[in-house]
């Protein structure tokens, strides 16, 4: 069974007041055999789409390539804006060597609430994936009821994308459970009534453009 520990630890610069959370890269970025257009960093993998949809928001002029100038690039972005990254899994167990949430096993998480203290500018948490299983919000909610000691999310918005905010030591913080930025998503986008609005709106409408929409109003 292969050990699927995850290669970044949390990036958060001293003046994040938003964490971009998520649960573990592709296994290759465990392994190190990255490919060329991979980028050896957190959502770094050529087929996914958070850092293609924060380049077309605010014009970054990203590259896509295995080499140090696209980290430093990403990471000064993020220190830029005062965001972090810092993904809510810490290892698992595959009976198959792919990215599949699913298929995670085993599955042992970050002690976020720690890292949220040691942190206290955090007031938002940007979730790339709902409350499916085995999903980053389906794993901070185990990770509540396990070390919480009683915090529970309470509903802000049941409209996607979903909006919880929950009080750790008085301070509160707010949820955002964003559409995933991975094609594993895009069939679920295409089955939603505002998308199929949209999409008949302007046929060239697609399902990045709808991701961009939806994570203009919190990044």
Known sequence: MFHHTHPYKPFIPKNATKLIV????????????LKPDDVNFCYGS????????????FDLNLNYENT??????????????????CDVVESSRRNKI?????GMKEVELRNFLSILRENPLIETLLFTGGNSKNGPEYFFRRHLREQGEGIKLKVISNIVPKVHQFLL???????VSLTAPSGSANRAIGSMDLYKRMKIKNPDFN?????????????
């Open 207 to 219: 399902t990045i453009d709808f991701r961009i929409l939806q994570y203009k109003g919190y990044f």
């Open 169 to 175: 030591d008085g301070r509160l913080i707010k949820t």
């Open 98 to 102: 792919d990215a599949s949430d699913l």
């Open 68 to 85: 140090e100038a696209a980290v430093v690039q990403r990471k000064d972005f993020l220190i830029k804006r005062g965001i972090g990254i």
């Open 22 to 33: 998520g649960t573990l890269p592709p296994p290759r970025f465990t392994m190190g055999d």
């Open 46 to 57: 050529r087929d996914g789409f958070l850092w293609p949809i924060l380049d077309r928001l």
